[in-house]
C-alpha cells in the first residue's frame, strides 16, 4: 500500500513540474528498485506536440531548394531552345537574299533554283544556278560583303533538266518569289512545281505564275 501511495505522489509532482520521471521506490528495508517500464512516467512539452526533427526540416529544405533549381534549369532550357530556333537563320548580315542571288547571277549566268543562307555559323548564301541539262553551279556569296567566296560545279545534278525547264519557262522567278514575303527571307527554293520560302519561323509557297505567297500551316 505505501509502495503505490509513494508512485501515485512521485507522479503528481513530476506532472506538475512539466517534466519527464522515472519513479524508482522502496518498502521497508527492501533495497532500492528501478520501477518497471509500465511505471516510469513520460511527458511532452506543454503545447502537447513533440518540435519536429530537425533532419525533417532539412529535408523540406532540400525539397525546397530542388524545385526551385528545377524551375531555374527550365527557364534557362526555354531560353537556349529559342535561341536554337533562330540560329543563324534569323540573322543573314548585310546581304539579302535579292543581293545574294545578283552576286550569283553576276559571276556565273544562268536561272537560280535556290537560295539558302547556310546555317552553320559560315555566315553565307548557297545560291544554285542552273545553265543547261544536268549543269548546276553552286555559287557561296558572303553575308557580309557580298562577295562570291566558292563555287563548285555539279554536272550530273538530278533532275537539274526537269527544274531548269519548269523555272525558265516561269512568270516567277526565285528573286520574285523571295520578294513576295514581306519578311526576311533566309532560303527559296524551287520545288514540287512551286517555290517555297522561308521566313524567321514561318513557310511559304509561291506559284509559279503570280508572285502571291500562302504561308503554310
Not at 506536440?49 to 527557364?75: F, L, Y
Not at 525558265?168 to 527559296?188: E, H, I, L
Not at 527554293?189 to 505567297?213: I, M, N
Amino acid at each position: 500500500m505505501k509502495r503505490n501511495a509513494v508512485i501515485a505522489a512521485l507522479t503528481a509532482v513530476a506532472v506538475i513540474g512539466g517534466g519527464a520521471a522515472a519513479v524508482a521506490v522502496s518498502s521497508g528495508d527492501d533495497a532500492p528498485a528501478t520501477a518497471s517500464p509500465a511505471d516510469r512516467v513520460s511527458l511532452v512539452s506543454g503545447t502537447g506536440q513533440e518540435s519536429a526533427a530537425p533532419a525533417d526540416r532539412d529535408d523540406d529544405q532540400d525539397a525546397k531548394d530542388d524545385d526551385r533549381d528545377d524551375r531555374r534549369d527550365d527557364a534557362k532550357d526555354d531560353q537556349d531552345d529559342q535561341r536554337d530556333d533562330k540560329g543563324a537563320s534569323a540573322d543573314p548580315g548585310n546581304v539579302t537574299v535579292a543581293q545574294a542571288i545578283a552576286a550569283a547571277l553576276n559571276h556565273t549566268s544562268g536561272t537560280v533554283l535556290s537560295a539558302d543562307l547556310d546555317d552553320d555559323g559560315d555566315r553565307r548564301w548557297e545560291v544554285e544556278v542552273a545553265t543547261g541539262g544536268s549543269t548546276v553551279h553552286e555559287i557561296d556569296v558572303d553575308s557580309t560583303t557580298g562577295k562570291v567566296v566558292r563555287t563548285e560545279t555539279d554536272r550530273d545534278e538530278d533532275d537539274a533538266a526537269e527544274e531548269l525547264k519548269a523555272v525558265q519557262g516561269a512568270k516567277v522567278s526565285a528573286r520574285d518569289a523571295a520578294a513576295a514575303v514581306d519578311a526576311t527571307v533566309t532560303s527559296v527554293e524551287f520545288d514540287d512545281g512551286h517555290w517555297e520560302v522561308e521566313a524567321g519561323e514561318a513557310d511559304w509557297t509561291v506559284p509559279l505564275d503570280t508572285p502571291r505567297a500562302s504561308r503554310e500551316g
